[in-house]
Protein backbone atom coordinates (compact mmCIF):
# COMPACT_ATOMS: atom_id res chain seq x y z
CA UNK A 1 0.00 0.00 0.00
CA UNK A 2 1.70 3.06 -0.89
CA UNK A 3 2.20 5.89 2.09
CA UNK A 4 -0.50 8.29 0.65
CA UNK A 5 -3.07 5.22 0.81
CA UNK A 6 -2.08 4.71 4.48
CA UNK A 7 -1.85 8.28 5.28
CA UNK A 8 -5.77 8.37 3.81
CA UNK A 9 -6.84 6.12 6.24
CA UNK A 10 -4.81 7.12 9.12
CA UNK A 11 -6.24 10.58 8.49
CA UNK A 12 -9.79 8.99 8.41
CA UNK A 13 -9.38 7.44 11.53
CA UNK A 14 -7.99 10.12 13.50
CA UNK A 15 -10.76 12.26 12.42
CA UNK A 16 -13.24 9.71 14.21
CA UNK A 17 -11.20 10.14 17.13
CA UNK A 18 -11.90 14.42 16.81
CA UNK A 19 -15.47 13.99 16.21
CA UNK A 20 -16.20 11.28 18.63
CA UNK A 21 -17.16 10.35 22.26
CA UNK A 22 -13.54 11.13 22.74
CA UNK A 23 -12.31 13.62 26.01
CA UNK A 24 -10.37 16.80 25.30
CA UNK A 25 -7.24 16.02 26.08
CA UNK A 26 -7.10 13.24 23.72
CA UNK A 27 -8.46 15.04 20.86
CA UNK A 28 -6.10 17.84 21.88
CA UNK A 29 -3.41 15.02 21.38
CA UNK A 30 -4.60 13.98 17.91
CA UNK A 31 -4.97 17.17 16.48
CA UNK A 32 -1.43 18.27 16.76
CA UNK A 33 -0.39 14.59 15.81
CA UNK A 34 -2.43 15.80 12.83
CA UNK A 35 -0.68 18.79 12.36
CA UNK A 36 3.05 18.42 13.12
CA UNK A 37 3.89 14.40 13.52
CA UNK A 38 3.09 12.91 10.74
CA UNK A 39 4.94 9.93 11.41
CA UNK A 40 3.68 9.41 14.98
CA UNK A 41 -0.02 10.29 13.87
CA UNK A 42 1.13 6.27 11.21
CA UNK A 43 2.28 4.99 14.32
CA UNK A 44 -0.88 5.69 16.27
CA UNK A 45 -3.65 4.66 14.02
CA UNK A 46 -2.21 2.65 11.22
CA UNK A 47 -3.68 -0.69 12.45
CA UNK A 48 -5.81 -1.74 15.87
CA UNK A 49 -4.18 -2.78 18.88
CA UNK A 50 -4.36 -6.02 18.65
CA UNK A 51 -5.73 -8.60 21.62
CA UNK A 52 -4.15 -11.78 21.62
CA UNK A 53 -4.44 -14.71 23.31
CA UNK A 54 -2.61 -12.98 26.66
CA UNK A 55 -4.37 -9.70 26.08
CA UNK A 56 -3.26 -6.26 25.15
CA UNK A 57 0.23 -4.92 25.13
CA UNK A 58 2.02 -1.83 23.15
CA UNK A 59 3.26 1.88 23.96
CA UNK A 60 0.92 4.40 25.65
CA UNK A 61 -0.53 6.88 23.84
CA UNK A 62 -3.65 8.65 21.98
CA UNK A 63 -4.93 6.19 18.71
CA UNK A 64 -6.27 3.00 17.85
CA UNK A 65 -3.03 1.46 18.17
CA UNK A 66 -1.75 2.33 21.55
CA UNK A 67 -2.62 1.79 25.01
CA UNK A 68 -5.38 4.10 26.56
CA UNK A 69 -8.09 4.32 27.97
CA UNK A 70 -10.04 3.87 25.07
CA UNK A 71 -8.36 0.88 24.18
CA UNK A 72 -8.41 -1.01 27.08
CA UNK A 73 -12.37 -0.54 27.41
CA UNK A 74 -12.75 -1.68 23.97
CA UNK A 75 -10.99 -4.87 25.24
CA UNK A 76 -12.79 -4.94 28.33
CA UNK A 77 -16.13 -4.79 26.37
CA UNK A 78 -15.45 -7.69 24.74
CA UNK A 79 -14.03 -9.97 27.44
CA UNK A 80 -17.63 -8.74 29.34
CA UNK A 81 -19.29 -9.78 26.86
CA UNK A 82 -17.36 -13.26 26.41
CA UNK A 83 -17.51 -13.62 29.84
CA UNK A 84 -21.60 -12.87 29.81
CA UNK A 85 -21.98 -15.82 27.23
CA UNK A 86 -19.74 -17.92 29.44
CA UNK A 87 -21.67 -17.73 32.27
CA UNK A 88 -25.00 -16.82 31.57
CA UNK A 89 -26.65 -18.80 34.11
CA UNK A 90 -25.07 -17.33 37.19
CA UNK A 91 -26.71 -14.57 39.05
CA UNK A 92 -24.12 -12.62 40.07
CA UNK A 93 -20.21 -12.42 37.96
CA UNK A 94 -17.16 -11.78 40.17
CA UNK A 95 -13.89 -10.46 38.83
CA UNK A 96 -10.88 -9.21 40.22
CA UNK A 97 -8.65 -6.20 38.81
CA UNK A 98 -5.19 -5.30 39.56
CA UNK A 99 -2.18 -3.02 38.29
CA UNK A 100 1.45 -2.85 38.65
CA UNK A 101 3.15 0.44 39.47
CA UNK A 102 3.75 1.22 35.48
CA UNK A 103 2.76 5.06 34.57
CA UNK A 104 -1.24 4.96 33.43
CA UNK A 105 -1.63 1.42 35.44
CA UNK A 106 -3.85 2.78 38.21
CA UNK A 107 -6.04 4.77 35.91
CA UNK A 108 -6.40 1.72 33.14
CA UNK A 109 -7.25 -0.34 36.52
CA UNK A 110 -10.17 1.85 37.49
CA UNK A 111 -11.28 1.77 33.54
CA UNK A 112 -11.25 -1.47 33.82
CA UNK A 113 -13.04 -2.22 36.90
CA UNK A 114 -15.38 0.73 36.31
CA UNK A 115 -16.34 -1.28 33.10
CA UNK A 116 -16.73 -3.99 34.74
CA UNK A 117 -19.48 -2.73 37.10
CA UNK A 118 -21.66 -0.56 34.81
CA UNK A 119 -21.79 -4.69 32.75
CA UNK A 120 -23.26 -5.43 35.83
CA UNK A 121 -20.25 -7.51 37.56
CA UNK A 122 -19.18 -7.62 41.46
CA UNK A 123 -15.68 -6.18 40.91
CA UNK A 124 -12.77 -6.77 43.84
CA UNK A 125 -10.33 -3.68 42.52
CA UNK A 126 -7.33 -3.70 44.61
CA UNK A 127 -6.28 -0.68 46.51
CA UNK A 128 -2.68 0.23 45.30
CA UNK A 129 -0.08 -1.61 42.91
CA UNK A 130 -0.43 -5.70 43.53
CA UNK A 131 1.55 -8.47 42.19
CA UNK A 132 0.42 -10.36 39.23
CA UNK A 133 0.23 -13.87 41.09
CA UNK A 134 -1.79 -11.84 43.52
CA UNK A 135 -4.19 -11.25 41.37
CA UNK A 136 -4.26 -14.78 40.05
CA UNK A 137 -4.53 -16.41 43.54
CA UNK A 138 -7.22 -13.28 44.47
CA UNK A 139 -9.58 -15.04 41.29
CA UNK A 140 -9.85 -18.28 43.26
CA UNK A 141 -9.91 -16.98 46.87
CA UNK A 142 -12.88 -14.73 45.79
CA UNK A 143 -14.49 -16.95 43.90
CA UNK A 144 -14.28 -14.83 40.86
CA UNK A 145 -15.26 -15.86 37.06
CA UNK A 146 -12.68 -13.97 35.24
CA UNK A 147 -10.01 -11.37 36.34
CA UNK A 148 -7.41 -8.52 34.85
CA UNK A 149 -4.16 -7.38 35.98
CA UNK A 150 -2.17 -4.30 33.94
CA UNK A 151 1.08 -4.57 33.58
CA UNK A 152 4.11 -4.98 30.80
CA UNK A 153 6.02 -6.82 32.61
CA UNK A 154 9.87 -5.98 31.94
CA UNK A 155 9.16 -4.07 28.72
CA UNK A 156 10.37 -0.99 28.91
CA UNK A 157 8.80 2.38 30.95
CA UNK A 158 6.88 3.24 27.19
CA UNK A 159 5.07 0.18 27.07
CA UNK A 160 1.77 -1.07 29.22
CA UNK A 161 -0.67 -4.35 29.17
CA UNK A 162 -3.63 -6.43 29.81
CA UNK A 163 -3.49 -10.00 30.86
CA UNK A 164 -7.22 -11.34 30.71
CA UNK A 165 -7.53 -14.55 33.36
CA UNK A 166 -9.99 -16.97 33.79
CA UNK A 167 -11.93 -18.57 37.01
CA UNK A 168 -9.10 -20.90 37.63
CA UNK A 169 -6.92 -17.87 38.29
CA UNK A 170 -5.02 -18.89 35.06
CA UNK A 171 -4.28 -16.62 31.95
CA UNK A 172 -7.00 -17.78 29.04
CA UNK A 173 -6.05 -20.84 27.40
CA UNK A 174 -8.15 -22.33 24.16
CA UNK A 175 -11.02 -22.16 23.51
CA UNK A 176 -11.33 -18.65 25.62
CA UNK A 177 -8.45 -17.20 24.38
CA UNK A 178 -9.07 -17.00 20.62
CA UNK A 179 -13.44 -16.73 21.49
CA UNK A 180 -12.54 -13.24 23.74
CA UNK A 181 -10.70 -11.97 20.71
CA UNK A 182 -13.58 -12.47 18.73
CA UNK A 183 -15.51 -11.14 20.84
CA UNK A 184 -13.28 -7.65 20.99
CA UNK A 185 -12.98 -7.42 17.77
CA UNK A 186 -17.03 -7.06 17.36
CA UNK A 187 -16.11 -3.86 19.90
CA UNK A 188 -16.02 -1.18 16.22
CA UNK A 189 -16.55 1.93 18.58
CA UNK A 190 -15.63 3.46 22.20
CA UNK A 191 -19.79 4.08 21.65
CA UNK A 192 -19.92 0.02 22.38
CA UNK A 193 -18.34 0.52 25.54
CA UNK A 194 -19.74 1.00 29.00
CA UNK A 195 -17.65 3.53 31.00
CA UNK A 196 -19.87 4.09 33.83
CA UNK A 197 -22.71 2.83 36.02
CA UNK A 198 -23.15 0.83 38.94
CA UNK A 199 -20.24 1.80 40.70
CA UNK A 200 -21.55 0.52 44.09
CA UNK A 201 -20.74 -3.07 42.30
CA UNK A 202 -16.84 -1.82 43.05
CA UNK A 203 -14.92 -3.64 46.50
CA UNK A 204 -11.89 -2.15 47.28
CA UNK A 205 -10.02 -5.09 48.61
CA UNK A 206 -6.00 -5.03 49.75
CA UNK A 207 -4.46 -6.00 53.21
CA UNK A 208 -7.28 -8.48 53.87
CA UNK A 209 -6.19 -10.65 50.59
CA UNK A 210 -2.12 -9.87 51.48
CA UNK A 211 -3.00 -11.33 54.84
CA UNK A 212 -4.02 -14.51 53.65
CA UNK A 213 -2.20 -14.77 50.57
CA UNK A 214 1.23 -14.62 51.99
CA UNK A 215 -0.37 -17.02 54.64
CA UNK A 216 -0.65 -19.78 52.13
CA UNK A 217 2.60 -19.03 50.51
CA UNK A 218 3.74 -19.62 54.86
CA UNK A 219 2.52 -23.31 54.30
CA UNK A 220 4.63 -24.23 51.55
CA UNK A 221 7.34 -23.90 53.96
CA UNK A 222 9.51 -26.95 54.55
CA UNK A 223 12.29 -26.02 56.11
CA UNK A 224 11.02 -23.82 59.34
CA UNK A 225 13.58 -25.62 61.81
CA UNK A 226 16.62 -24.68 59.59
CA UNK A 227 15.43 -21.39 59.08
CA UNK A 228 15.22 -20.73 63.05
CA UNK A 229 18.78 -21.78 63.07
CA UNK A 230 19.55 -19.68 60.28
CA UNK A 231 17.44 -17.04 60.42
CA UNK A 232 20.07 -13.75 60.31
CA UNK A 233 21.59 -14.54 56.96
CA UNK A 234 21.50 -11.80 55.14
CA UNK A 235 19.43 -11.05 51.85
CA UNK A 236 18.85 -8.10 49.72
CA UNK A 237 15.99 -7.39 47.92
CA UNK A 238 14.80 -4.81 45.49
CA UNK A 239 11.12 -4.45 43.66
CA UNK A 240 13.25 -2.73 40.79
CA UNK A 241 9.96 0.11 41.65
CA UNK A 242 7.62 -2.48 41.59
CA UNK A 243 5.13 -4.22 43.23
CA UNK A 244 7.10 -6.79 45.45
CA UNK A 245 7.36 -3.77 47.24
CA UNK A 246 5.58 -4.63 50.40
CA UNK A 247 5.18 -8.48 50.28
CA UNK A 248 8.23 -10.14 49.61
CA UNK A 249 9.91 -9.05 52.84
CA UNK A 250 6.60 -9.77 54.17
CA UNK A 251 6.61 -13.03 53.14
CA UNK A 252 10.54 -13.54 54.26
CA UNK A 253 9.89 -12.22 57.63
CA UNK A 254 6.25 -14.51 57.89
CA UNK A 255 8.89 -17.26 56.95
CA UNK A 256 11.39 -16.14 60.01
CA UNK A 257 14.30 -14.40 58.40
CA UNK A 258 15.26 -11.31 60.12
CA UNK A 259 18.03 -9.53 58.43
CA UNK A 260 16.59 -8.49 55.15
CA UNK A 261 18.09 -5.39 53.46
CA UNK A 262 16.47 -2.80 50.46
CA UNK A 263 17.96 -0.95 48.56
CA UNK A 264 16.00 2.23 49.42
CA UNK A 265 16.04 4.15 45.69
CA UNK A 266 14.32 1.47 44.18
CA UNK A 267 11.75 1.24 46.89
CA UNK A 268 9.83 3.83 45.08
CA UNK A 269 7.04 2.95 42.81
CA UNK A 270 7.93 4.80 39.80
CA UNK A 271 6.51 3.56 35.89
CA UNK A 272 9.91 5.35 34.70
CA UNK A 273 12.52 3.10 36.27
CA UNK A 274 15.06 5.54 36.75
CA UNK A 275 17.82 3.46 38.35
CA UNK A 276 17.54 0.54 35.82
CA UNK A 277 18.51 0.44 31.80
CA UNK A 278 15.70 -2.22 31.85
CA UNK A 279 13.19 -3.24 34.72
CA UNK A 280 14.01 -6.91 33.77
CA UNK A 281 15.50 -9.17 36.49
CA UNK A 282 17.48 -11.16 33.23
CA UNK A 283 19.64 -7.92 32.78
CA UNK A 284 22.76 -7.74 35.10
CA UNK A 285 22.22 -4.46 35.56
CA UNK A 286 19.20 -4.96 36.94
CA UNK A 287 21.10 -5.92 40.21
CA UNK A 288 23.54 -3.26 40.23
CA UNK A 289 22.44 -1.55 42.95
CA UNK A 290 21.51 -4.82 44.75
CA UNK A 291 24.84 -6.52 44.67
CA UNK A 292 26.73 -3.20 45.68
CA UNK A 293 24.43 -2.70 48.67
CA UNK A 294 25.07 -6.80 49.02
CA UNK A 295 28.90 -5.91 49.30
CA UNK A 296 28.50 -3.42 52.12
CA UNK A 297 26.64 -5.26 54.13
CA UNK A 298 28.00 -8.49 53.59
CA UNK A 299 25.19 -10.21 52.27
CA UNK A 300 24.58 -13.91 51.67
CA UNK A 301 21.95 -13.86 48.77
CA UNK A 302 20.51 -10.87 46.29
CA UNK A 303 17.02 -11.21 44.88
CA UNK A 304 15.39 -8.99 42.69
CA UNK A 305 11.98 -9.03 41.39
CA UNK A 306 10.21 -7.47 37.99
CA UNK A 307 7.82 -4.80 37.87
CA UNK A 308 4.53 -7.08 38.34
CA UNK A 309 6.58 -9.51 41.18
CA UNK A 310 5.72 -12.94 38.91
CA UNK A 311 9.77 -13.00 37.77
CA UNK A 312 13.02 -13.56 40.13
CA UNK A 313 16.51 -12.88 39.40
CA UNK A 314 19.41 -13.89 42.09
CA UNK A 315 22.89 -13.25 42.73
CA UNK A 316 24.91 -15.38 45.30
CA UNK A 317 28.38 -15.92 46.24
CA UNK A 318 30.74 -18.13 44.65
CA UNK A 319 33.50 -20.04 46.13
CA UNK A 320 35.95 -16.73 45.29
CA UNK A 321 33.79 -14.84 47.47
CA UNK A 322 32.66 -13.09 44.31
CA UNK A 323 28.77 -11.82 43.78
CA UNK A 324 27.46 -14.02 40.64
CA UNK A 325 24.23 -14.01 38.60
CA UNK A 326 22.33 -17.60 38.51
CA UNK A 327 20.44 -17.82 35.48
CA UNK A 328 16.56 -18.92 34.82
CA UNK A 329 17.51 -22.59 34.56
CA UNK A 330 19.98 -22.95 37.39
CA UNK A 331 17.61 -21.18 39.84
CA UNK A 332 14.74 -23.22 38.80
CA UNK A 333 17.17 -26.17 38.87
CA UNK A 334 17.89 -25.43 42.62
CA UNK A 335 14.27 -24.71 43.25
CA UNK A 336 13.15 -28.14 42.20
CA UNK A 337 16.03 -29.71 43.71
CA UNK A 338 15.03 -28.62 47.41
CA UNK A 339 11.54 -29.55 46.86
CA UNK A 340 12.13 -32.79 45.78
CA UNK A 341 14.79 -33.33 48.51
CA UNK A 342 12.51 -31.82 51.38
CA UNK A 343 9.37 -33.67 49.75
CA UNK A 344 11.41 -36.98 50.20
CA UNK A 345 12.70 -36.12 53.41
CA UNK A 346 9.59 -35.07 54.82
CA UNK A 347 7.71 -38.35 53.58
CA UNK A 348 5.08 -36.55 51.27
CA UNK A 349 6.36 -38.73 48.06
CA UNK A 350 3.01 -40.87 47.92
CA UNK A 351 3.20 -41.32 44.46
CA UNK A 352 0.79 -39.16 42.66
CA UNK A 353 2.95 -36.13 42.57
CA UNK A 354 4.60 -34.28 39.64
CA UNK A 355 6.62 -30.94 38.60
CA UNK A 356 6.42 -29.38 35.53
CA UNK A 357 8.94 -27.31 33.06
CA UNK A 358 8.52 -25.64 29.60
CA UNK A 359 9.82 -27.45 26.60
CA UNK A 360 12.97 -24.88 26.49
CA UNK A 361 13.56 -24.89 29.91
CA UNK A 362 16.94 -27.44 30.85
CA UNK A 363 16.45 -31.29 30.93
CA UNK A 364 18.55 -31.11 34.38
CA UNK A 365 14.56 -31.05 36.07
CA UNK A 366 13.33 -34.01 34.07
CA UNK A 367 16.82 -35.51 35.16
CA UNK A 368 16.13 -35.12 38.71
CA UNK A 369 12.54 -35.78 39.03
CA UNK A 370 13.09 -39.18 37.31
CA UNK A 371 15.79 -40.03 39.88
CA UNK A 372 13.14 -39.08 42.81
CA UNK A 373 10.66 -40.84 40.94
CA UNK A 374 8.64 -38.16 40.31
CA UNK A 375 6.46 -37.78 37.22
CA UNK A 376 7.93 -34.57 35.10
CA UNK A 377 5.50 -32.69 32.55
CA UNK A 378 7.01 -30.52 29.76
CA UNK A 379 4.60 -27.74 28.17
CA UNK A 380 4.93 -25.25 25.51
CA UNK A 381 6.44 -22.20 26.26
CA UNK A 382 4.33 -19.93 28.40
CA UNK A 383 3.46 -20.46 31.85
CA UNK A 384 -0.54 -20.68 31.05
CA UNK A 385 0.00 -23.83 30.02
CA UNK A 386 1.81 -24.95 33.36
CA UNK A 387 -1.56 -23.28 34.54
CA UNK A 388 -3.70 -25.58 32.20
CA UNK A 389 -1.96 -28.66 33.49
CA UNK A 390 -2.66 -27.82 37.27
CA UNK A 391 -6.12 -27.56 36.27
CA UNK A 392 -6.28 -30.48 34.11
CA UNK A 393 -4.95 -32.69 37.22
CA UNK A 394 -6.99 -31.19 39.69
CA UNK A 395 -8.07 -33.77 42.36
CA UNK A 396 -5.89 -36.18 40.51
CA UNK A 397 -2.01 -35.74 40.71
CA UNK A 398 -0.61 -33.31 43.36
CA UNK A 399 2.23 -30.22 41.74
CA UNK A 400 5.02 -29.72 43.24
CA UNK A 401 6.69 -27.02 41.70
CA UNK A 402 8.18 -26.17 38.50
CA UNK A 403 8.67 -23.14 36.10
CA UNK A 404 10.52 -22.08 32.87
CA UNK A 405 13.92 -21.12 31.71
CA UNK A 406 12.70 -16.96 32.11
CA UNK A 407 12.93 -16.31 35.54
CA UNK A 408 9.68 -17.62 36.26
CA UNK A 409 8.51 -20.49 38.95
CA UNK A 410 5.58 -21.58 41.09
CA UNK A 411 4.71 -24.62 43.73
CA UNK A 412 1.32 -25.55 45.22
CA UNK A 413 -1.55 -24.80 43.76
CA UNK A 414 -3.71 -21.84 45.13
CA UNK A 415 -1.95 -19.60 42.37
CA UNK A 416 -1.91 -20.33 38.62
CA UNK A 417 0.97 -17.94 37.17
CA UNK A 418 4.37 -17.78 38.08
CA UNK A 419 4.85 -16.48 41.21
CA UNK A 420 8.46 -14.07 42.85
CA UNK A 421 6.57 -13.38 45.67
CA UNK A 422 6.83 -17.31 46.62
CA UNK A 423 9.80 -17.50 44.48
CA UNK A 424 11.79 -15.45 46.42
CA UNK A 425 10.56 -17.15 50.11
CA UNK A 426 11.41 -20.43 48.89
CA UNK A 427 14.90 -19.58 47.22
CA UNK A 428 15.84 -17.70 50.83
CA UNK A 429 14.69 -21.19 52.62
CA UNK A 430 16.42 -23.48 49.92
CA UNK A 431 19.45 -21.19 51.23
CA UNK A 432 19.08 -21.30 55.02
CA UNK A 433 18.55 -25.13 54.50
CA UNK A 434 21.95 -25.38 52.55
CA UNK A 435 23.85 -23.29 55.03
CA UNK A 436 21.96 -25.60 57.42
CA UNK A 437 23.90 -28.55 55.78
CA UNK A 438 27.00 -26.38 55.80
CA UNK A 439 27.25 -25.37 52.04
CA UNK A 440 26.58 -22.18 50.44
CA UNK A 441 23.82 -21.66 47.52
CA UNK A 442 26.90 -21.89 45.10
CA UNK A 443 27.89 -25.28 46.66
CA UNK A 444 24.52 -26.41 46.46
CA UNK A 445 24.59 -26.20 42.50
CA UNK A 446 27.83 -27.13 42.26
CA UNK A 447 26.29 -30.46 44.19
CA UNK A 448 23.36 -30.88 41.92
CA UNK A 449 25.91 -30.79 39.24
CA UNK A 450 27.76 -33.35 40.24
CA UNK A 451 25.09 -36.01 41.11
CA UNK A 452 22.70 -35.42 37.76
CA UNK A 453 25.71 -34.19 35.48
CA UNK A 454 26.66 -30.06 34.10
CA UNK A 455 23.58 -28.78 32.64
CA UNK A 456 24.16 -25.65 30.28
CA UNK A 457 21.83 -23.62 27.97
CA UNK A 458 22.37 -20.45 25.68
CA UNK A 459 19.83 -18.30 23.75
CA UNK A 460 20.53 -16.61 20.73
CA UNK A 461 17.77 -14.10 18.64
CA UNK A 462 18.50 -13.71 15.35
CA UNK A 463 16.57 -10.68 14.20
CA UNK A 464 14.70 -10.10 10.99
CA UNK A 465 12.76 -6.99 10.53
CA UNK A 466 10.00 -5.95 8.87
CA UNK A 467 7.81 -8.23 5.82
CA UNK A 468 11.02 -9.97 4.13
CA UNK A 469 12.09 -10.56 7.92
CA UNK A 470 8.85 -12.00 8.55
CA UNK A 471 8.96 -14.48 5.61
CA UNK A 472 12.59 -15.24 5.95
CA UNK A 473 12.16 -16.59 9.27
CA UNK A 474 8.66 -18.70 7.72
CA UNK A 475 10.57 -20.26 5.04
CA UNK A 476 13.56 -20.93 8.17
CA UNK A 477 10.97 -23.37 9.68
CA UNK A 478 9.87 -24.95 6.69
CA UNK A 479 13.42 -25.74 5.40
CA UNK A 480 14.48 -27.07 8.83
CA UNK A 481 10.86 -29.09 8.57
CA UNK A 482 11.45 -30.40 5.34
CA UNK A 483 15.24 -30.45 5.17
CA UNK A 484 16.24 -31.61 9.32
CA UNK A 485 19.93 -31.91 9.83
CA UNK A 486 21.45 -35.05 10.30
CA UNK A 487 24.27 -33.73 12.58
CA UNK A 488 24.63 -31.10 14.54
CA UNK A 489 28.16 -29.97 15.42
CA UNK A 490 29.63 -33.75 14.97
CA UNK A 491 26.65 -35.30 17.03
CA UNK A 492 24.22 -37.37 14.87
CA UNK A 493 20.49 -36.18 15.28
CA UNK A 494 18.41 -38.49 17.32
CA UNK A 495 15.04 -37.51 17.51
CA UNK A 496 12.83 -34.64 16.38
CA UNK A 497 9.89 -33.00 17.60
CA UNK A 498 7.76 -31.04 15.86
CA UNK A 499 5.27 -29.33 17.88
CA UNK A 500 3.14 -28.32 14.94
CA UNK A 501 2.89 -31.44 13.24
CA UNK A 502 2.54 -32.87 16.94
CA UNK A 503 5.11 -35.24 16.51
CA UNK A 504 8.06 -37.21 17.91
CA UNK A 505 10.45 -39.14 14.92
CA UNK A 506 12.98 -41.69 16.45
CA UNK A 507 15.81 -41.29 13.62
CA UNK A 508 17.41 -45.02 13.89
CA UNK A 509 13.82 -46.62 13.95
CA UNK A 510 11.93 -43.88 11.91
CA UNK A 511 9.03 -44.77 14.71
CA UNK A 512 6.76 -41.91 15.38
CA UNK A 513 4.44 -41.30 18.46
CA UNK A 514 1.85 -38.22 18.98
CA UNK A 515 2.68 -35.18 20.85
CA UNK A 516 -0.46 -34.46 23.26
CA UNK A 517 0.20 -31.09 23.19
CA UNK A 518 -1.62 -27.79 21.47
CA UNK A 519 0.02 -26.87 17.94
CA UNK A 520 2.78 -24.54 17.86
CA UNK A 521 5.44 -23.94 15.34
CA UNK A 522 8.05 -24.89 17.15
CA UNK A 523 10.91 -27.50 16.38
CA UNK A 524 13.59 -29.41 18.65
CA UNK A 525 16.53 -31.79 18.12
CA UNK A 526 17.93 -34.00 20.46
CA UNK A 527 20.97 -35.42 19.54
CA UNK A 528 22.45 -38.40 20.45
CA UNK A 529 25.40 -36.56 22.99
CA UNK A 530 22.48 -35.17 25.27
CA UNK A 531 21.81 -31.56 23.60
CA UNK A 532 19.07 -30.30 22.59
CA UNK A 533 18.27 -27.47 20.11
CA UNK A 534 15.02 -25.80 20.30
CA UNK A 535 13.81 -23.58 17.19
CA UNK A 536 10.82 -21.22 18.27
CA UNK A 537 9.57 -18.57 16.06
CA UNK A 538 8.68 -15.15 18.58
CA UNK A 539 5.44 -14.45 18.81
CA UNK A 540 5.30 -10.75 19.94
CA UNK A 541 8.76 -9.81 17.92
CA UNK A 542 10.70 -9.98 14.46
CA UNK A 543 12.89 -12.98 15.84
CA UNK A 544 13.44 -16.39 15.50
CA UNK A 545 15.00 -18.31 18.59
CA UNK A 546 17.05 -20.53 19.26
CA UNK A 547 17.80 -22.36 22.25
CA UNK A 548 20.69 -24.61 23.27
CA UNK A 549 21.38 -26.83 25.74
CA UNK A 550 24.48 -29.23 25.91
CA UNK A 551 25.44 -32.22 29.25
CA UNK A 552 28.30 -33.47 30.41
CA UNK A 553 29.30 -35.50 33.07
CA UNK A 554 31.24 -33.25 36.55
CA UNK A 555 33.37 -35.90 38.30
CA UNK A 556 34.43 -33.01 40.93
CA UNK A 557 33.49 -29.99 41.73
CA UNK A 558 37.12 -29.02 41.65
CA UNK A 559 36.79 -29.54 37.61
CA UNK A 560 33.92 -26.81 37.47
CA UNK A 561 34.86 -23.92 36.07
CA UNK A 562 37.27 -26.01 33.41
CA UNK A 563 34.18 -28.46 31.89
CA UNK A 564 31.86 -25.09 31.70
CA UNK A 565 34.23 -23.81 29.89
CA UNK A 566 34.24 -26.57 27.77
CA UNK A 567 30.66 -26.82 27.28
CA UNK A 568 30.74 -23.35 26.45
CA UNK A 569 33.11 -24.35 23.70
CA UNK A 570 30.62 -26.72 22.84
CA UNK A 571 27.74 -24.28 22.47
CA UNK A 572 29.86 -22.13 20.05
CA UNK A 573 30.35 -25.04 17.81
CA UNK A 574 26.71 -25.78 17.87
CA UNK A 575 26.00 -21.95 16.83
CA UNK A 576 29.07 -22.65 13.79
CA UNK A 577 27.19 -25.96 12.76
CA UNK A 578 23.78 -24.06 12.16
CA UNK A 579 25.49 -20.81 10.65
CA UNK A 580 24.28 -18.67 14.14
Avoid at 232 to 242: A, C, L, N, R, S
Wanted: net charge neutral; charged share 25%.
Amino acid sequence: MENNEILKQVKEKANKWLNGNFDAETKKSVKHLMESDENELIESFYKDLEFGTGGLRGIMGVGTNKMNVYTVGMATQGFCNYIKKGFSNEKEIRVAVACDSRNNSQLFAETTAKIFAANGFKVFLFDALRPTPELSFAIRHLNCHAGVVITASHNPKEYNGYKAYWNDGGQLIAPHDENVIKEVEKILSVDDVKFTGNEQNISIVGAEIDEIYTNKILELSLSPDAIKRNNDIKIVYTPIHGTGVKLVPMTLKKFGFTNIYDVPEQNISDGNFPTVISPNPEVPDALRLAIEKAKQVGADLVLATDPDGDRVGIAVRNDKNEFILLNGNQTGSILVYYLLTKWKQNGKLKGKEYVCKTIVTTELIKNMSDKFGVECFDVLTGFKFIAALILENEGKKQFIGGGEESYGYLAGEFVRDKDAIMACALIAEAAAWAKDNGKTFYNLLLEIYEEFGLYKEDLINVVKKGKSGAEEIQQMMVDYRNNPPKEIAGSKVAEIRDYKLQKITTISTGKQIEINMPKSNVLQFFLEDGSKITVRPSGTEPKIKFYVGVKTELKSKADFEKVNAELSGKVGKIKESLGL
